[in-house]
């Protein structure tokens, strides 16, 4: 998969504090944006799609932005102890630190929405609206809502008889060839060429076990309303996945597992 290359014009400053964000212009296919620092001083090149601006990278924080620090799991047992009493985590695809420069890092759907944040001020976790108005604004069309069937996660199959509801979006190859020339006729390198640099860096189940790196990518999308719904016991989930594969040809929004361990992207509020 090839990479836009950014040309930067300025030195970036770096700040300590997520309240500050350092900014400088980017050129990114055309359009303007700006270099934003985390609390831990990671840096994110950011793209302006349609009327968003959005990273361009997928996020690496390992601190709330009030500073508090977000358990970093190594093992198995652990990430699915944190995922069982719904303790916010992080975990590197394999345990392997220079998956991160490359893929982010992967969290837990209880890190997305712990009220201490992921983001930096002025910023949030894409949420079901970003996630719609991103896949219009690259030439996407709104599929019908379905049902699928549900394989691996026991529970969701359980509580919805092996079905949930899916959205999703498909697109026109020749309309992007035209708006994007992109090459290919995948969905990656179709997103790629948009600016917003997606990665395939595969996701974690609530067992710990990792799965898809290199074949698939699945964002948090954080806070759901379309695909809300509540468990048997009476407790609920706001947590939706989106997944980006280069087959079938569409995006697809569905349930997230809370438990699980999914990429994370920003957009500016």
Same mark, same amino acid.
């Given at each position: 998969?090839?990479?836009?290359?950014?040309?930067?014009?300025?030195?970036?400053?770096?700040?300590?504090?997520?309240?500050?964000?350092?900014?400088?212009?980017?050129?990114?296919?055309?359009?303007?944006?700006?270099?934003?620092?985390?609390?831990?001083?990671?840096?994110?090149?950011?793209?302006?799609?349609?009327?968003?601006?959005?990273?361009?990278?997928?996020?690496?924080?390992?601190?709330?932005?009030?500073?508090?620090?977000?358990?970093?799991?190594?093992?198995?047992?652990?990430?699915?102890?944190?995922?069982?009493?719904? *303790?916010? #985590?992080?975990?590197?695809?394999?345990?392997?630190?220079?998956?991160?420069? =490359? +893929? @982010?890092?992967? &969290?837990?759907?209880?890190?997305?929405?712990?009220?201490?944040?992921?983001?930096?001020?002025?910023?949030?976790?894409?949420?079901?609206?970003?996630?719609?108005?991103?896949?219009?604004?690259?030439?996407?069309?709104?599929?019908?809502?379905?049902?699928?069937?549900?394989?691996?996660?026991?529970?969701?199959?359980?509580?919805?008889?092996?079905?949930?509801?899916?959205?999703?979006?498909?697109?026109?190859?020749?309309?992007?060839?035209?708006?994007?020339?992109?090459?290919?006729?995948?969905?990656?390198?179709? *997103?790629? #060429?948009?600016?917003?640099?997606?990665?395939?860096?595969?996701?974690?189940? =609530? +067992? @710990?076990?990792? &799965?898809?790196?290199?074949?698939?990518?699945?964002?948090?999308?954080?806070?759901?309303?379309?695909?809300?719904?509540?468990?048997?016991?009476?407790?609920?989930?706001?947590?939706?996945?989106?997944?980006?594969?280069?087959?079938?040809?569409?995006?697809?929004?569905?349930?997230?597992?809370?438990?699980?361990?999914?990429?994370?992207?920003?957009?500016?509020?």
């Amino acid at each position: 998969m090839k990479f836009l290359a950014y040309s930067m014009i300025a030195t970036v400053a770096l700040f300590s504090s997520c309240s500050e964000l350092s900014k400088d212009e980017v050129i990114s296919a055309g359009t303007k944006s700006e270099l934003i620092s985390d609390i831990d001083g990671n840096t994110y090149k950011t793209v302006i799609i349609g009327e968003q601006t959005w990273f361009a990278e997928n996020l690496r924080v390992t601190h709330f932005r009030n500073g508090d620090p977000i358990l970093h799991i190594t093992g198995n047992y652990e990430w699915f102890e944190a995922g069982r009493d719904g *303790i916010p #985590a992080w975990r590197y695809y394999n345990d392997d630190p220079s998956t991160a420069e =490359k +893929y @982010g890092k992967l &969290y837990n759907g209880f890190a997305v929405s712990d009220p201490r944040g992921l983001a930096p001020e002025g910023w949030r976790v894409a949420g079901d609206d970003d996630w719609e108005k991103f896949f219009i604004a690259i030439g996407g069309k709104m599929l019908e809502p379905s049902p699928v069937q549900v394989n691996g996660d026991g529970e969701f199959a359980r509580n919805f008889n092996n079905l949930i509801i899916r959205y999703g979006w498909t697109f026109d190859w020749k309309d992007f060839n035209v708006k994007f020339n992109s090459e290919n006729d995948d969905i990656l390198s179709v *997103i790629e #060429a948009s600016g917003f640099n997606p990665v395939a860096a595969g996701q974690i189940d =609530k +067992y @710990g076990n990792f &799965y898809d790196l290199g074949r698939l990518t699945k964002y948090w999308s954080y806070p759901t309303e379309k695909l809300s719904f509540s468990f048997p016991d009476g407790s609920g989930s706001e947590h939706a996945s989106i997944t980006m594969r280069s087959n079938p040809r569409t995006a697809s929004h569905t349930i997230g597992s809370a438990p699980s361990g999914k990429s994370v992207r920003l957009v500016k509020e």
